[in-house]
């Protein structure tokens, strides 16, 4: 995660919202009980303070495609979608194909 970037309970509950996507699932995604996510977002526009959770919380926010955009220009940070909605569907549809699984990377 970039160090200028922070993460807050605000940040990861406008994410989950901007997925729809339940508690359950994020949690499992990042790796965290479902309480402690509850925790974080509770805790509003406070930073997370644990590089841990941080570090958590962005591989959840990848998992789903959603990009934290930090403070510029007087305007507050917020979240968008790395891709498309139409993108994001298509890759769901692909994923859930089915077929023979093995390792996609290109030489």
């Known amino acids: 995660m970039s160090a200028n970037i922070q993460i807050t309970g605000r940040l990861i509950a406008a994410a989950r919202?901007?997925?729809s996507n339940r508690e359950?699932?994020?949690a499992a995604a990042a790796g965290l009980p479902v309480e402690e996510l509850?925790?974080?977002e509770a805790n509003g526009s406070a930073w997370l303070h644990?590089?841990?959770d941080a570090e958590l919380v962005s591989r959840?926010?990848?998992h789903f495609g959603v990009v934290v955009v930090g403070e510029s220009d007087?305007?507050?940070a917020g979240v968008r979608l790395k891709f498309t909605r139409q993108d994001v569907r298509q890759v769901?549809?692909?994923e859930n194909e089915g077929g023979n699984v093995g390792c996609d990377?290109?030489?």
């Open 38 to 40: 509850r925790l974080m």
């Open 24 to 26: 359950e699932d994020f």
């Open 92 to 94: 769901m549809r692909l």
């Open 50 to 52: 644990s590089e841990r």
């Open 60 to 62: 959840a926010l990848d």
């Open 105 to 107: 990377d290109a030489p």
């Open 74 to 76: 007087g305007m507050g």
């Open 17 to 19: 919202a901007l997925v």
